[in-house]
């Protein structure tokens, strides 16, 4: 079985700080890897790089086998690959389910040539099903701005798996969220990763979240890697627990 994502010897540095120092990782097919490090780790630069955001210094990204170092995030959305941002990347003045038609049109083409087609461009019964699938139902034809911070995140995550993408990266999908839809989420995540057989890469501080969600979880410190492994495999290694788990 080869790797969905394979990311080596990833660099980047601001001066004199080396913010990345020669990550490597794979991710295989329908596998959830987790991300998990102390504020600083590199975590996030990391993965900015993986997806285009900021350009790395060195190293290689390939996605299915293909290289795909230095494409911009809209070539690799049209490749493959969702993402979720730390911070919101809803519509708000525009409906959830329309959210989600423009997160599926991005995808296909020109996202804002299509915005002024007729109608939902055929999207209209896949936004439909999504919004089924996380429980929108009830806010569908509200404005994204006026819900929740909680239901917020859901919408912004159903918009990274409109495009049936082989790969997603979820920067942080609990931070900010009320702790009785945590919950909710990581049970969203669990069957999506069942019946639609994707890949996800989470980087997240919830321990438990990880812990319980993830097939194998990464550790960073200080820009690099400092062990690989599934959650008991981290949960018993001296290393991280001194330097990152605290006991």
Do not use: W
Not at 16 to 44: C, D, H, L, R, Y
Not at 114 to 128: E, N, T, V
Not at 166 to 186: R, T
């Amino acid at each position: 079985m080869n790797p969905v994502l394979q990311v080596s010897e990833l660099q980047k540095a601001y001066g004199a700080i080396q913010a990345v120092g020669g990550v490597s990782f794979e991710v295989m097919p329908g596998e959830i890897f987790g991300v998990i490090g102390p504020n600083g780790s590199g975590k996030t630069t990391m993965f900015n790089s993986v997806l285009g955001q900021i350009k790395a210094d060195a190293g290689s990204v390939r996605l299915n086998g293909q290289d795909i170092t230095g494409l911009d995030p809209r070539e690799l959305n049209q490749r493959g690959v969702g993402r979720t941002f730390q911070t919101l990347q809803v519509f708000g003045k525009m409906s959830v389910r329309d959210n989600l038609i423009v997160a599926a049109q991005e995808h296909e083409g020109t996202m804002f040539g299509r915005l002024f087609q007729p109608g939902d461009s055929g999207l209209g019964d896949k936004a439909d099903a999504m919004i089924d699938q996380f429980r929108l139902r009830h806010v569908a034809h509200k404005p994204a701005g006026s819900l929740s911070y909680g239901q917020q995140k859901l919408v912004d995550i159903a918009m990274a798996f409109m495009s049936d993408p082989d790969l997603v990266l979820l920067d942080e999908p609990c931070a900010g969220v009320n702790p009785s839809l945590v919950g909710g989420i990581f049970d969203l995540l669990k069957e999506l990763n069942k019946t639609r057989k994707g890949s996800f890469v989470v980087i997240e501080h919830n321990m438990d979240f990880v812990m319980d969600l993830c097939h194998r979880i990464m550790v960073m410190v200080e820009g690099k890697v400092m062990a690989i492994g599934t959650p008991d495999e981290i949960r018993a290694n001296k290393d991280v627990l001194d330097a990152y788990l605290g006991n």
